[in-house]
C-alpha cells in the first residue's frame, strides 16, 4: 500500500516537472518524440530489392533505387520526394543516400566502409548515437515499403517526460 501512494505521488508531480517549457510546447514536443520512434514510406519507380537492418551496424539483403518517388511519415512530416538510395548488407553493411529530393534527407548515409584495415563505420547523422537502435526492413519490386522502428527515440520520448532531450529535437 505504501508503495502505491509513494507512485501516486511521484506521478502527481509529473506536471510541474516541464516548469521551464510552456505546457503548449512540452506537449508537442512528447507529440513529436513519440512519432519519431516509426517513420516509414512507400516507394514506386526504379526500386528492387530486399533488406533488413538490426541496428545501423547490422544489415542483411540488398537493394537499389533510382529517382523514386516516395512517400511518408518522415523526420516529423508526412511528405513525398525522389529518392536515389543503394543498400547492402552481409552482416556488416551500408546505406547510402545519394540523392534526395523535396525533403533534406530520410535517415542519411551510414555504414560500414571498408579499404586498408579494419572497416571502419561512418554516418552523416549529428544525431550522436539515438539513430544507431533502428531496426529497419525495406522491400521493393517496382512498388515497395520502407520501414523503420527507432529503438533509441523510446529513450528520446522516455527522457522527454523528465526534460531531458538525448536527441537534441525539442523545441524550446
Not at 41 to 55: C, L, M, N, S
Not at 78 to 90: I, Q
Not at 110 to 135: E, H, L, R
Amino acid at each position: 500500500m505504501r508503495r502505491i501512494a509513494t507512485l501516486a505521488l511521484l506521478l502527481s508531480l509529473m506536471p510541474l516537472l516541464p516548469a521551464c517549457q510552456s505546457q503548449d510546447t512540452y506537449w508537442q514536443n512528447r507529440f513529436y518524440d513519440a512519432t519519431d520512434i516509426v517513420q516509414g514510406h512507400v516507394i514506386a519507380g526504379q526500386a528492387f530489392g530486399a533488406q533488413i537492418e538490426a541496428t545501423h551496424f547490422l544489415s542483411l539483403g540488398w537493394t537499389s533505387e533510382t529517382n523514386a518517388w516516395c512517400a511518408g511519415w518522415c523526420n516529423r512530416h508526412f511528405s513525398k520526394w525522389h529518392e536515389t538510395v543503394s543498400t547492402w548488407g552481409l552482416i556488416l553493411g551500408r546505406h547510402d543516400e545519394q540523392k534526395v529530393v523535396g525533403i533534406p534527407r530520410v535517415s542519411g548515409s551510414y555504414g560500414w566502409k571498408f579499404g586498408k584495415g579494419w572497416p571502419t563505420y561512418q554516418s552523416d547523422n549529428t544525431q550522436a548515437f539515438m539513430p544507431w537502435f533502428a531496426v529497419r526492413g525495406t522491400v521493393a519490386v517496382i512498388v515497395g515499403v520502407d520501414i523503420e522502428v527507432r529503438l533509441g527515440e523510446v529513450v528520446d520520448f522516455i527522457g522527454g517526460i523528465f526534460t531531458w532531450d538525448p536527441s537534441h529535437d525539442d523545441k524550446k
